[in-house]
T-cell receptor
Framework: GAVVSQHPSWVICKSGTSVKIECRSL??????MFWYRQFPKQSLMLMAT?????????EQGVEKDKFLINHASLTLSTLTVTSAHPEDSSFYIC??????????FGPGTRLTVL | QKEVEQDPGPLSVPEGAIVSLNCTYS??????FMWYRQYSRKGPELLMY????GNKEDGRFTAQVDKSSKYISLFIRDSQPSDSATYLC??????????FGAGTILRVKS
C-alpha cells in the first residue's frame, strides 16, 4: 500500500513552454500533497504544500505564478511549470500523506529545459 | 547553520559490515524523525519513522533518536550491495512539513 505515481517520468521541453507533471496516490486518499525539487547531488527542497480543494502554500522564494499547483481531488495533484527556462531543469518529486504525518514519495520527474 | 546536518560521505563499507548513519539538528521542536533511502534518479523510499525519542527496529534496520542530544542514527546490519544508495534523514515539528538532511551516499562493496 501507499503507492504514489508521477507522470511523466522524464520530459524535455523548449524554453518558454509550459510543462505539467501529475502526481497520483494510487491506493489511498491523500489529504495533503507536497512538491519538492532536487538538484544534482543535493537534498530535497520543499516547494509547496497543497491540501485538496485549497490553494497551495508556497515556500519562501518559490514563485507561485511560475509553479502552478492544483490539487483537485484526494488522489491527484498537478504541478505546472509555466514559461520554463533552463534554470528550471531539475528533478521534481511529489509526496502524499494520508493523515498529515508519514509522506510517501513518487518516483520523480526529470525536467530538462533546452 | 543548517537546521539538519548530515555528512554527505561517501561512506564505503565491505559487504556484511554494520553501517552507522547519523544526523544532528538544531530545532528542538522536531518530534517526527524519518530515514529515507533514495536510489539514483528515483524518489525517496521511507525506511523508518519514529516519533519522539527511543529506538525502533525493522529487520536489518534500527533507528535511534536522542532528543536530548539532538542526534538521530540509522544502523544497517549485515549490509548488502543492494543497500548502496543515498540515505536521507528528515524531521518535522508537526509531522507535516519535512526538513531533509543533505543525504549520505553509502557504497557497500561485495
Amino acid at each position: 500500500g501507499a503507492v504514489v505515481s508521477q507522470h511523466p517520468s522524464w520530459v524535455i521541453c523548449k524554453s518558454g513552454t509550459s510543462v505539467k507533471i501529475e502526481c497520483r496516490s494510487l491506493d489511498f486518499q491523500a489529504t495533503t500533497m507536497f512538491w519538492y525539487r532536487q538538484f544534482p547531488k543535493q537534498s530535497l527542497m520543499l516547494m509547496a504544500t497543497s491540501n485538496e480543494g485549497s490553494k497551495a502554500t508556497y515556500e519562501q522564494g518559490v514563485e507561485k505564478d511560475k509553479f502552478l499547483i492544483n490539487h483537485a481531488s484526494l488522489t491527484l495533484s498537478t504541478l505546472t511549470v509555466t514559461s520554463a527556462h533552463p534554470e528550471d531543469s531539475s528533478f521534481y518529486i511529489c509526496s502524499a500523506s494520508r493523515r498529515g504525518d508519514e509522506q510517501f514519495f513518487g518516483p520523480g520527474t526529470r525536467l530538462t529545459v533546452l | 547553520q543548517k537546521e539538519v546536518e548530515q555528512d554527505p560521505g561517501p561512506l564505503s563499507v565491505p559487504e556484511g559490515a554494520i553501517v552507522s548513519l547519523n544526523c544532528t539538528y538544531s530545532n528542538s521542536a522536531f518530534q517526527y524523525f524519518m530515514w529515507y533511502r533514495q536510489y539514483s534518479r528515483k524518489g525517496p523510499e521511507l525506511l523508518m519513522y519514529t516519533y519522539s525519542s527511543g529506538n525502533k527496529e525493522d529487520g536489518r534496520f534500527t533507528a535511534q533518536v536522542d532528543k536530548s542530544s539532538k542526534y538521530i542514527s540509522l544502523f544497517i546490519r549485515d549490509s548488502q550491495p543492494s543497500d548502496s544508495a543515498t540515505y536521507l534523514c528528515a524531521m518535522s515539528a508537526t509531522g507535516n512539513k519535512l526538513v531533509f538532511g543533505a543525504g549520505t551516499i553509502l557504497r557497500v562493496k561485495s
